[in-house]
Antibody, heavy 121, light 106 residues
Framework: QVQLVESGGGVVQPGGSLRLSCAASGFTFSIYAMHWVRQTPDKGLEWLAFIRYDGSNEYYADSVKGRFSISRDNSKNTVDLQMNSLRADDTAVYYC??????????????WGQGTLVTVSS | DIQLAQSPSTLSASVGDTVSITCRASQSVRDWLAWYQQKPGKAPQVLIYKASRLESGVPSRFSGSGSGTEFTLTISSLQPDDFATYYCQQYDRYASFGGGTKVEIK
């Protein structure tokens, strides 16, 4: 069955960087688009980033554009989120999610269990 | 950005009730709308996509309707496992989520 396992969360100081990784299994990773989504009690669910099945296209939410970068390695079945210039309001549970489509951002068919990122001094 | 407004924010109901949740979009999303269920400490799970299509494995007591800017998720004959928080999500332009509706036991 589909499994998505995030790793890399933790505590980081404001202005710092963190790289999240998501390991996928149970499906043909290379033919599905992938996303990162985060959740906080205050702001709820927030879509962050999308990457096409072959890595040829990426989209970002305005709130993270220029600071976060999504990438994938289809040989290792992983999708990463590089997060730079972190701020306190980036504190959240971060999920990777598998899209229902290869090409375009559609709905989130499967989700990982999430990893907590805390930005604090 | 497309904003999604869900109502109500909290809904109290009993087992066996039929309940409806509304999601209103700030502009037309055609029928590119999904609904998710989330339980505490767990990731969301998709119930409905393309406004009214039931995701594989989801019980038929869940149904979705609507198009354009107004959508409804209906749960018929509420079961104990259905007490959770529900979110709508548009994917007409990138993605965005509604604020959620918590269905609690009356």
């Amino acid at each position: 069955q589909v499994q998505l396992v995030e790793s890399g969360g933790g505590v980081v100081q404001p202005g710092g960087s963190l790289r999240l990784s998501c390991a996928a299994s149970g499906f043909t990773f290379s033919i599905y688009a992938m996303h990162w989504v985060r959740q906080t009690p205050d702001k709820g669910l927030e879509w962050l980033a999308f990457i096409r099945y072959d890595g040829s296209n990426e989209y970002y939410a305005d709130s993270v554009k220029g600071r976060f970068s999504i990438s994938r390695d289809n040989s290792k079945n992983t999708v990463d989120l590089q997060m730079n210039s972190l701020r306190a309001d980036d504190t959240a549970v971060y999920y990777c999610a598998k899209d229902s489509s290869a090409w375009s951002a559609e709905y989130f068919q499967h989700w990982g269990q999430g990893t907590l990122v805390t930005v604090s001094s | 950005d497309i904003q999604l407004a869900q109502s109500p924010s909290t809904l109290s109901a009993s087992v066996g009730d039929t309940v409806s949740i509304t999601c209103r979009a700030s502009q037309s999303v055609r029928d590119w709308l999904a609904w998710y269920q989330q339980k505490p400490g767990k990731a969301p799970q998709v119930l409905i996509y393309k406004a009214s299509r039931l995701e594989s494995g989801v019980p038929s007591r869940f149904s979705g309707s609507g198009s354009g800017t107004e959508f409804t998720l209906t749960i018929s004959s509420l079961q104990p496992d259905d007490f959770a928080t529900y979110y709508c999500q548009q994917y007409d332009r990138y993605a965005s989520f509604g604020g959620g509706t918590k269905v609690e036991i009356k």
